[in-house]
């Protein structure tokens, strides 16, 4: 087993996380509550943001044990251990249960790595079939607020519209290209990805494809709906 790296990709959700806490903070209560998070990777994007804001706490879970090493050590490294706690195994048993008072917002960059099946290069970013059956469950798990990386070649128009009936609204969004990469890159993969994009359940380039990192919310507080301009934004 290994820990997730791509250097772009951490980097633009810790970018584009800060910018969303930021700019809606009143509404995401993250001062009063902290945030949690589903899959940690080695920390770095998340532990630089803890450490730009400094009223955040993140209670962040993660399914792979040399991840959540390098993720402690990461964290250590940066000064922020007091608010950027890590706990080994899956979020959907145990952010629940993890006791506390209930936290509205949640952020994730989840494994989006589509395929037939688990036997991918790093399991753990397994997605699914069509690579969204995490970001479907984390809608669904009754968050006000879901920060979250939606990839164009992981059926994001059915996330988005699963989103909208749901009754998520999106608030805002980052979007960045990005070129394959390690766990994209991989035959059994990019040949899957093809196949998803050709049958109109996502986008993507000869060399790469679009990530956006998006607020979906709630909050009736929390004006406008950028969902077509979203899914716009992933087209290739
Ligand atoms: C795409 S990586 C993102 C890591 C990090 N947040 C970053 O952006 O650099 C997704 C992470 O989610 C973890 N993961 C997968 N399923 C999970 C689950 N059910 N609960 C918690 N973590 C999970 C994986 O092990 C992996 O480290």
Not at 65 to 93: C, H, K, Q
Not at 100 to 109: D, F, L, Q
Request: a negative charge; proline letters at 6%; one cysteine or more.
């Amino acid at each position: 087993m290994t820990c997730f790296s791509s250097a772009d990709e951490s980097a633009h959700y810790g970018f584009s996380v800060c910018m969303l806490l930021e700019h809606y903070r009143s509404h995401l209560r993250w001062e009063d509550e902290g945030v949690v998070e589903l899959g940690t990777g080695d920390a770095t994007a998340i532990a630089d943001v803890v450490r730009s804001l400094p009223g955040l706490r993140v209670r962040s879970y993660d399914i792979s044990a040399p991840s959540v090493e390098a993720a402690r050590a990461n964290i250590a490294a940066r000064g922020v251990a007091d608010r950027y706690t890590v706990e080994l195994g899956d979020f959907f048993d145990q952010a629940d249960s993890a006791g506390g008072p209930p936290v509205s917002t949640v952020i994730s960059n989840p494994p989006y790595i589509p395929a037939p099946d688990r036997d991918i290069r790093m399991p753990e970013l397994w997605g699914g079939v069509r690579g969204n059956d995490l970001v479907l469950q984390l809608l669904k798990a009754g968050y006000p607020n879901v920060i979250t990386a939606v990839a164009s070649y992981s059926d994001p128009e059915t996330t988005v519209r699963t989103a909208g009936d749901l009754g998520y609204r999106v608030a805002n969004f980052l979007a960045m290209g990005l070129d394959f990469g390690t766990y994209s890159s991989e035959p059994k993969v990019r040949d899957h990805i093809r196949r998803l994009c050709a049958d109109g359940h996502g986008w993507a380039a000869d060399d790469g494809y679009m990530v956006a990192v998006a607020l979906f919310t709630t909050d009736p507080d929390v004006p406008g709906d950028r969902a077509d301009q979203l899914l716009k934004a992933l087209q290739l």
